[in-house]
């Protein structure tokens, strides 16, 4: 399998390696062969070459199955005005290879309900998916500005969404539903928003090819409520591209952590990008102390969906719950009684996991 390695800032060259390391411990005896190339995307990309999606890196991305990507930004980067910095490379790549589709799996490990800020009983068996629009909403919109006339400052986004691009992604969401436990929400601001009213009348459309998977519709500030209270209740949850991105990091403490929720954003071609939803987590970079288990969980996502290689990718996912049953934590993550692991040791255990559990098969 072809990968292009785009670890990005901060942690994301971190909890990047460890997805690497696991990689080559799948390669040992015989197993499955990766050809890697590594690529800049972000900040790290901005200051070698002046642009943070350097033509080199969408040219190895586009001809990789899978893409493994670590994080993008820096605080300081963020608030500097887009055209000055080559707009947001993540955001660009999204665009450029039509990644509509972001799959962002929340998973209740058994092993972790005692490391989520909410009580056992409400997350025990929590296992939702967030299907998150990647490629159009208010983050693409256009047009889009800052006006800094002294005194009468203003700045303006636009949200927009096309028929074509809501009813993709509705498929993709009823599809993903038909997998699992043929349940799909619909998460908008339809009592608000036009582009949400256009949003639900279509799903309601598309819903009709798929009469054997049940079909609610939520306001997102109900949702965000939902969410937390009554996790257990959903199984697929569809929104837009910016309604995904806030529900899926509140979706995260339903884990125990941010730094245990990967992700898949795919096109239509099947070629994906895999990345941890988390960021590059300035305060905690440079510490090995970060968690790399949502880019090792990426990395399986990655090997399932791009790579055909479904055996692969459970024994990853495998690794990941027996280094978790065996007591292993990274600070986020961390229990009393447990042991604790940095970034490194942590990749360490996982594919030292992936070489026993190989060796008992
Ligand atoms: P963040 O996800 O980087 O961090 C939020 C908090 O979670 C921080 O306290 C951080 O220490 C913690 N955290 C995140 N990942 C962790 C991990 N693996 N292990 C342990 N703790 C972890 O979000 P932020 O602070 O809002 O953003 C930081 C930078 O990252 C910004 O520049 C932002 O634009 C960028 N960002 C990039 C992506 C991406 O590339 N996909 C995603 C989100 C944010
Ligand atoms: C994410 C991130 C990105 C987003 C940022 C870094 C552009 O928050 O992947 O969730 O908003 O999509
Ligand atoms: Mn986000």
Redesign the pocket.
């Known amino acids: 399998m072809r990968i292009a390695v785009l670890p990005?800032d901060g942690?994301g060259q971190e909890?990047t390696a460890q997805a690497v390391k696991v990689l080559r411990a799948l390669s040992a005896n015989n197993g499955p062969q990766f050809e890697m190339t590594e690529a800049l995307l972000g900040d790290c990309a901005f200051d070698a070459h002046g642009d943070p999606l350097p033509e080199a890196t969408l040219e190895a991305a586009r001809r990789a199955e899978g893409i493994l990507f670590g994080?993008?930004?820096?605080?300081e980067s963020?608030l500097r005005p887009p055209e000055s910095r080559g707009g947001h490379g993540?955001l660009r790549l999204r665009k450029a290879l039509d990644l509509f589709a972001n799959f962002r799996p929340v998973y209740a490990f058994p092993e972790l309900l005692g490391a989520s800020s909410l009580r056992r009983e409400v997350i025990e068996g929590v296992d939702l998916v967030v299907l998150r629009e990647l490629t159009s909403d208010i983050y693409f919109g256009t047009p889009r500005g800052i006006d800094r006339t002294p005194g009468r400052r203003s700045a303006h986004n636009t949200m927009r969404y096309t028929e074509a691009e809501v009813a993709r992604v509705a498929h993709a969401g009823f599809q993903a539903a038909r997998r699992r436990r043929r349940q799909l929400c619909s998460v908008d601001k339809a009592n608000v928003l036009e582009t949400s009213v256009l949003w639900r009348e279509l799903v309601g459309e598309v819903a009709r090819d798929y009469p054997d998977v049940e079909l609610r519709h939520e306001y997102v500030d109900a949702m965000a409520m939902h969410l937390i209270r009554r996790p257990r209740d959903f199984d697929v949850i569809v929104t837009g591209n910016i309604f995904g991105d806030i529900l899926s990091d509140a979706a995260a403490m339903l884990t125990g952590?941010?730094?245990m929720l990967p992700s898949a954003s795919l096109n239509a071609e099947s070629l994906g990008l895999y990345?941890?939803v988390?960021?590059?987590?300035?305060?905690?970079a440079g510490k090995d102390i970060?968690?790399p288990l949502?880019s090792i969980l990426s990395a399986a996502m990655m090997l399932r969906h791009s790579g055909g290689q479904e055996a692969a990718a459970s024994l990853v996912e495998a690794a990941v719950r027996r280094v978790l049953a065996e007591g292993y934590r990274?600070g986020?993550i961390m229990e009393p009684g447990a042991t604790r692991l940095g970034t490194q040791a942590m990749g360490d255990a996982v594919a030292a996991a992936i070489a026993s559990l190989r060796s008992a098969a």
């Open positions: 990005g942690i909890v994080a993008a930004g820096t605080y963020d993540l952590s941010i730094g990345e941890p988390h960021g590059s987590a300035p305060d905690i970060a968690n949502a990274t986020d």
